[in-house]
């Protein structure tokens, strides 16, 4: 996976010392590498990450954690993206966290599939890290 960056309008990447993170993100990605990347990403962005690998693990890291924001690839091992979103919708303590779906696929499509089982937004692959930092916040004020 590639991650293109854009400037912050604080300068640099959004990249600062705060004390207190941003907000709790559960990251949900089954590639190692793709994994690695976001998290430092949105470290660096003064963010708290939790990690998940597989739709088991997304859902129950999630009720346990109760993340602010969950980013969750729809292709996922054991179950999928679709499904552990659907499973996180039904837990009345996660029902309104936000949740972005991350997906190489840019169809329609797979777009309404994904709101359909309840994510709040969409997100392609290469991800556009100023673009999913935006969207982040943009939730997360519309959430809190």
């Not at 990447?13 to 690695?36: C, I, M, Q, Y």
């Not at 999630?62 to 993340?67: D, L, S, T």
């Not at 994904?114 to 916040?137: M, N, Q, R, S």
């Amino acid at each position: 996976m590639f991650v293109t960056t854009k400037s912050h309008p604080n300068g640099g990447l959004g990249f600062g010392s705060a004390s207190e993170p941003k907000a709790r993100v559960l990251l949900v990605e089954d590639t190692e590498d793709n994994r690695v990347m976001m998290r430092r990403l949105l470290e660096m962005s003064g963010y708290c990450v939790m990690e998940a690998v597989n739709g088991v693990e997304a859902v129950t890291q999630a009720e346990r954690e109760v993340p602010q924001i969950i980013l969750m690839d729809l292709s996922l091992p054991l179950i999928d993206g679709l499904a552990a979103t659907r499973r996180i919708r039904q837990l009345s303590s996660l029902k309104d966290v936000p949740i972005i779906a991350v997906s190489a696929h840019d169809t329609l499509d797979f777009h309404a599939e994904a709101l359909v089982a309840g994510c709040d937004a969409y997100i392609t692959k290469p991800i556009d890290f100023g673009e999913l930092e935006g969207l982040i916040e943009s939730l997360l004020e519309q959430h809190s």
